[in-house]
T-cell receptor, first 116, second 111 residues
């Protein structure tokens, strides 16, 4: 399967713990996005990478969240000192490079985080 | 800030009836994308509209982009059980690095 993959699919943690999620995009895609989705809402943008450069990060994002894409391939999203409000589905998406506008985004299956 | 609004939040239809969801942006969009998310699944791209007044069809689905490029709609003719899910519209933010998503319209087929 050459789609976007995410690991783990589910994570249950206690409040205050750190968690890290991994995303492997489609190999030819240089653009990678992280989103958060809660029940009944659309995906909320968290951050965007073009190759290894993090070009945009949501202003709403707490300093407890950090993301990396060290070699321009897979990416990790870390949440430090988790809070119950962090419980959500974390989605990763990737896309081809396009000129001038955002292209079709291919989503992974997501990591469902539950903070107890 | 820039917002994308979708209505209705839910639509219950009998199988075979039509379904429509409407999307409105607070700003003019360069393009708009539509995605479908099945229950328990992830968003899957359906289409992108770029031109003012553009209309595109995919079998029973008809997508429109408004003349002012601030609104869009998705119409499904004669719904089937396979159409069940949530339909999202999304438009690029001013930065052009991110999509701003609507809250989605959930299509529910009445038993």
């Amino acid at each position: 399967d050459t789609g976007v993959s995410q690991d783990p699919r589910h994570k249950i943690t206690k409040r205050g713990q750190n968690v890290t999620f991994r995303c492997d995009p489609i190999s030819e895609h240089n653009r990678l996005y992280w989103y958060r989705q809660t029940l009944g809402q659309g995906p909320e943008f968290l951050t965007y990478f073009q190759n290894e450069a993090q070009l945009e990060k949501s202003r709403l994002l707490s300093d407890r969240f950090s993301a990396e894409r060290p070699k321009g391939s897979f990416s990790t999203l870390e949440i430090q000192r988790t809070e119950q409000g962090d419980s959500a589905m974390y989605l990763c998406a990737s896309s081809f490079p396009t000129s001038g506008r955002l292209g079709e985004q291919f989503f992974g299956p997501g990591t469902r985080l539950t903070v107890l | 800030g820039q917002q994308v609004m979708q209505i209705p939040q839910y639509q219950h239809v009998q199988e075979g009836e039509d379904f429509t969801t409407y999307c409105n942006s607070s700003t003019t969009l360069s393009n708009i994308q539509w995605y479908k998310q099945r229950p328990g699944g992830h968003p899957v791209f359906l289409i992108q509209l770029v031109k003012s007044g553009e209309v595109k069809k995919q079998k029973r689905l008809t997508f429109q982009f408004g003349e002012a490029k601030k609104n869009s709609s998705l119409h499904i003719t004669a719904t089937q059980t396979t159409d069940v899910g949530t339909y999202f519209c999304a438009g690029p933010a001013d930065s052009n690095y991110q999509l701003i998503w609507g809250a989605g319209t959930k299509l529910i087929i009445k038993p």
